[in-house]
């Protein structure tokens, strides 16, 4: 897989074999937003080069500093100590940002440090950046899964493991193919346990409790033609460390199942998003039973996701549809059901992803926009995003994406970043997907990953590390079909 990025906003250690002291006076310039990603650990600088390079580079923190002085921010130092490790100090304190880049233990632990920096630890780091984050080296994915029209990855632990859910929707004749659950094992995700899925479309983790449940969206059987078929919700069996099924749940075409926890009630529901037939439905969990029963439906043809989220204490739901236009719900105290909030003129969208930044206070959705409206032959070339005005949300941004199947948020660093998973050009499914960074006013372009036929994106940490993870779902290859692989990315610092 080829894998092509913009250059970094966010630094990887750097360090130099040497027996002098290099050190000199700097101030700090603002950090701008970019991408803080990776594959796997870099590979280490060589001797002979960092010699040439460190002076020159630690120059270069000074010119850095004097085209964008920042003259409210601690001075600070950097270079090289005794032991040739590069550090960083300030008026509080010196901090040692690893050692030679010899082994993955070293990288990993930069990351670390970078991913717990204090704000002014930060602001030094971001001077480092054209020293350590280069476009020479493009660290490889970190591991590739193996997938049959690959639909969605759910990232999730139980019991301090880790674990992938992969949602195979096709290979190139059948829809009946099995999904898999893949276990980490301390250095990479091995096939856990086989569930059988019939054109696969989306997976759900959630928990209730001490209990852990998997809901798969089972979409369709044929390329002929789309029939109710039922979705499934598995259970977690501890003595067993294997999933079962707990229940199974009507469906016609289902694309997504989402759960969450209703913030005026305590409910657990379940949504499920149906393509075909007339409506989509609301399940709620029976506290006694502990089944999902149907609770309301929603009369809009070409269901395709639901998003839940909560502004000032209310609960709505969003849901993108692919027929009819886009609308958000909002929970109505009185009638007990979702009323009809707002509505968006949108046809063809995927995906809706709900955040927020400054603390909670301003509220984005960002619509996945697949086919382009008015010529639905053609992809889609942009996505729009909405910010909420505090009474409504309105239009904030247009995003380029192509063809986008779904969007995924998540934060690193205090960044916000939004990666679009771009299913496929005019001209095949072989082409870039993006991730989007938040410069404190717009999303701008972070790095570009190759990526084919990508369904969405999925940002996730294993326990006992922060270290950030991307996996991505592909469906489609022109060259490989269904069979191409699925891919898990890892950040280095600077990049995925």
């Known amino acids: 897989h080829t894998h092509t990025h913009t250059k970094s906003e966010f630094p990887s250690v750097l360090a130099a074999t040497t027996n002098r002291r290099l050190q000199t006076q700097i101030r700090p310039a603002p950090p701008r937003p970019a991408m803080h990603a990776t594959s796997s650990s870099a590979t280490a600088t060589p001797t002979w080069l960092l010699a040439v390079l460190v002076p020159l580079l630690l120059t ?45 233990e070293k990288q990993d632990g930069y990351v670390q440090f970078l ?72 250095s990479a995700f091995q096939p856990h346990q086989s569930l059988p899925s019939v054109g696969a479309a989306d997976w759900c983790h959630f928990s209730i409790g001490e209990e852990h449940y998997l809901a798969l969206a089972n979409h369709r059987d044929s390329s002929e033609q789309i029939v109710p078929l039922d979705s499934v919700v598995y259970r977690w069996q501890r003595p067993t460390a294997t999933f079962v099924v707990h229940q199974t749940i009507s469906s016609n075409g289902a694309t997504d199942v989402h759960h969450f926890q209703h913030a005026n009630t305590g409910d657990h529901y379940l949504t499920v998003a149906n393509l075909q037939g007339a409506f989509s439905t609301l399940y709620r969990r029976n506290s006694e039973s502990g089944l999902f029963a149907p609770a309301q439906t929603f009369a809009v043809r070409g269901g395709w996701d639901f998003e839940s989220f909560v502004i000032d204490g209310l609960q709505y739901l969003a849901m993108a549809t692919a027929y009819e236009a886009s609308t958000i719900y909002h929970w109505d105290a009185n009638t007990l059901a979702f009323e009809v909030f707002q509505t968006f003129d949108t046809l063809y969208a995927r995906d809706w992803q709900w955040f927020s930044t400054d603390g909670g206070h301003t509220h984005f959705l960002a619509l996945a926009q697949h086919l382009n409206a008015t010529s639905p032959g053609l ?11 505090g009474t409504l949300f309105v239009p904030f941004q247009s995003v380029p994406t192509v063809g986008n199947h779904g969007w995924t948020w998540f934060s690193l660093t205090g960044t916000s970043y939004l990666a679009a998973a771009n299913f496929r050009s005019d001209t095949g499914p072989d ?11 717009a999303f701008q372009e972070a790095q570009r990953i190759r990526t084919h036929g990508a369904v969405e994106w999925t940002y996730f940490q294993l326990p006992n590390s922060n270290i950030p993870h991307l996996a991505i779902a592909n469906m489609l290859s022109g060259t490989q079909g269904f069979g191409v692989q699925s891919v898990v990315y890892q950040f280095n610092g600077c990049q995925f």
């Open 60 to 104: 270069s923190c000074v010119e850095g500093q004097q085209q964008a002085p920042d003259a409210s921010s601690t001075p600070g130092r950097v270079g090289l100590d005794l032991d040739g490790r590069l550090v960083l100090s300030d008026a509080h304190n010196t901090t040692t940002l690893g050692a030679l880049l010899d082994h993955d």
């Open 431 to 441: 082409i870039d997907s993006a991730l989007y960074a938040w410069n404190g006013a």
């Open 115 to 186: 991913l717990s920096a204090t704000q002014q630890q930060a602001t030094t780091i971001a001077l480092l950046q054209s020293i350590v984050c280069r476009d020479e080296h493009t660290p490889p994915p970190l591991q590739q899964l193996p997938t049959q029209g690959g639909a969605k990855i759910e990232a999730f632990h139980i019991d301090g493991i880790s674990y992938l859910a992969l949602a195979n929707q096709r290979n190139d004749t059948s829809y009946y193919v099995p999904s898999y659950v893949y276990r980490y094992n301390g």
């Open 379 to 389: 992809m889609a070339t942009a996505s729009p995003i909405f910010r909420w005005n």
